[in-house]
């Protein structure tokens, strides 16, 4: 996602923002994180492909989040959530990868809950439940490593934009 995307996102009502860091919401959101994962297990045990990919793209989104809460960072839309997960890798706090395979995941659960499901390959799907567990745990790193510094940098970012509003 682009600084444009930023920009759109802090405009927008349920788009960026800023509120207190919350240690304790960070998290509530990696057990949902965790929950969505289980939840993903279980839907791939059955065959369900169409739910192991929704739950795969939800864990991963939840563990953003609580990386998210845990800087204070609010967001009711997934691409501005996803747009900051950029300016993230963009300050070394994760890694470009995790923001790619994000994006991707939300894209094929797009596809698979909006649209005539198409066939997809067993190991795609494997590398897609492969890839969420990473995710989380990466995200897990995230959250451990950050530090107040990083925090301050990216909270001071978001506030010098232009369209930023209290």
């Known amino acids: 996602m682009s600084n444009k995307t930023l920009t759109w996102c802090l405009k927008q009502k349920r788009g960026i923002r ?60 997934h691409d501005c959530s996803i747009a900051v997960a950029g300016l993230f890798a963009g300050h070394g706090i994760v890694q470009q990868e995790l923001v790619n395979d994000i994006s991707s995941a939300k894209e094929l659960r797009i596809d698979m809950q909006y649209y005539i499901p198409r066939e997809l390959k067993k190991e795609n799907i494997e590398k897609s439940v492969k890839q969420a567990r990473i995710f989380v745990l990466e995200m897990e790193k995230a959250i451990e490593a950050l530090d107040e510094e990083q925090v301050n940098l990216i909270r001071k970012i978001l506030m010098r934009s232009e369209v930023y509003e209290r």
Not at 28 to 33: T, V
């Open 18 to 77: 800023l509120v207190k860091p919350n240690q304790r919401l960070a998290e509530e959101y990696l057990r949902k994180a965790k929950s969505s994962l289980n939840t993903m297990n279980a839907a791939q045990q059955i065959g369900e492909v169409e739910w192991v990919v929704t739950t795969a793209y939800y864990a991963r989104y939840f563990a953003l989040y609580a990386l998210l809460m845990k800087m204070g960072i609010k967001s009711e839309i």
